[in-house]
T-cell receptor, first 111, second 111 residues
Framework: SQTIHQWPATLVQPVGSPLSLECTVE??????LYWYRQAAGRGLQLLFY??????ISSEVPQNLSASRPQDRQFILSSKKLLLSDSGFYLC??????????FGPGTRLTVT | GQSLEQPSEVTAVEGAIVQINCTYQ??????LSWYQQHDGGAPTFLSY????GLEETGRFSSFLSRSDSYGYLLLQELQMKDSASYFC????????????FGKGTRLSVIA
């Protein structure tokens, strides 16, 4: 069966510090991968998606970036965090395109 | 542009039936999905409608009318554990385009 992992579960970082969030998927090959951000009580904002290794599409211009160094690994990064980067970050994967499976999420607080 | 409209909040009594509506305006349409998200958790897939009509999965049903650009999620025999946010999402094509999510409906089930 397929499993998606995200870490860390929670993170508190000062403004201006770097960020690296990692997501890995097990049990499937060549998945589509997604990074979303969710503010408290709000909807899902798609940040990046990837249909293959090294292929990244950015949905929202910001100080975040994403990379896919391996088929089942998706990384979200920032060189310098802003207060507005606080939120709940969710990684998701899909192979059958109408169904997405979400990871447990990382709750990021920028102080 | 792409837009999905769903009520922001709904309150219903335990044991009752509740319907959460979703109307959409998207550049393409291939199907409508529903996701459930409990507080602090990740969204989980509930149902998908690719064709007009009703899909039933236990206490949950989902309906689609492509001609009206409208769908709904029906929850029967409400339980306290159904208190959560519910998101509709549109698949706009048969390719790799990501789902477009609505802003979510927060359902509160009261005794």
């Amino acid at each position: 069966s397929q499993t998606i992992h995200q870490w860390p579960a929670t993170l508190v970082q000062p403004v201006g510090s770097p960020l690296s969030l990692e997501c890995t998927v097990e049990g499937t090959s060549n998945p589509n991968l997604y990074w979303y951000r969710q503010a408290a009580g709000r909807g899902l904002q798609l940040l990046f998606y990837s249909v293959g290794i090294g292929q990244i599409s950015s949905e929202v211009p910001q100080n975040l970036s994403a990379s896919r160094p391996q088929d089942r690994q998706f990384i979200l990064s920032s060189k310098k965090l802003l207060l507005s980067d606080s939120g709940f970050y969710l990684c998701a994967w899909s192979d059958v395109h109408y169904e997405q499976y979400f990871g447990p999420g990382t709750r990021l607080t920028v102080t | 542009g792409q837009s999905l409209e769903q009520p922001s909040e709904v309150t219903a009594v335990e044991g009752a039936i509740v319907q959460i509506n979703c109307t959409y305006q998207t550049s393409g349409f291939y199907g409508l999905s529903w996701y459930q998200q409990h507080d602090g958790g990740a969204p989980t897939f509930l149902s998908y409608n690719g064709l007009d009509g009703l899909e039933e999965t236990g206490r949950f049903s989902s309906f689609l009318s492509r001609s009206d650009s409208y769908g709904y999620l029906l929850l029967q025999e409400l339980q306290m554990k159904d208190s959560a946010s519910y998101f509709c999402a549109v698949r706009s094509d048969s390719g790799n385009t990501p789902l477009v999510f609505g802003k979510g409906t927060r359902l509160s089930v009261i005794a």
